[in-house]
């Protein structure tokens, strides 16, 4: 997809309404999965939080207990500029680092745990993607993925269609003045994996006991998985 080719720059430029679109046209919904994701993870000390962007995920971790710092890495400088602002008013423990996610700078088993909240359909190689993951993760770890997937019920996947496809678009474009970036969102999750597809690709990357819950009927999945 030739969007993947940019995200970082799609992301720069939706970045300033990044935040109020997720919540409003989830209706908050994707506060109540970034909860359950975090309450998902084991207890650790330091989180690698892949595809940062505006650190909620991360804010969740601290705030629940689950980590006692964590490094987030993001190809968007716009995206991470505004987790700076909420974790400083949080003052909460978190490193921002530039970077992509197939190619980390960190070395090989740095962290307790890795976490990526709807930023792998973004990876312009998935598998690359969750290698790298598997790397820097130390043995014994769990790695915790939130990603949108694809609804099983019908009459809910008809919803969701006419949603993705038709208004979530026009809504994005309104409000965030761009004419591209909420059409890429449907298009990657309708041409991504989900549920024992991507369990399998996380399998693929060397992680065991991969597992994953389907969430709002199947509109979004925690995938969880361990480094043995």
Known sequence: MEEKQHIGQLFDRIAPTYDGLNHGLSLSIDRLWRRKTVTSMMPCKHVLDVAIGTADLAIEMLRQGKAEQVTGIDLSDQMMAIGKEKSEKRKANI??????????????????????????????????????????????????ILEFSYPSNRLLRALYDL????????IGRIVSKDK???????????????GEAFAAHLRDAGFTDAQFKPLTGGIATIYTAVKR
């Open 180 to 194: 591209t970036a909420y059409t890429y969102l449907n298009k990657s999750v309708k041409s991504f994996c989900w």
């Open 95 to 144: 490193t921002f680092v530039h970077g992509n996610a197939q190619q980390m700078p960190f070395e090989d088993c740095s962290f307790d745990a890795v976490t990526c909240a709807f930023g792998c359909r973004n990876f312009q190689n998935l598998d690359e993607g969750l290698r790298e993951m598997y790397r820097v993760l130390q043995p014994g770890g769990q790695v915790t």
């Open 163 to 170: 949603y993705f496809t038709h208004m979530l678009p026009a």
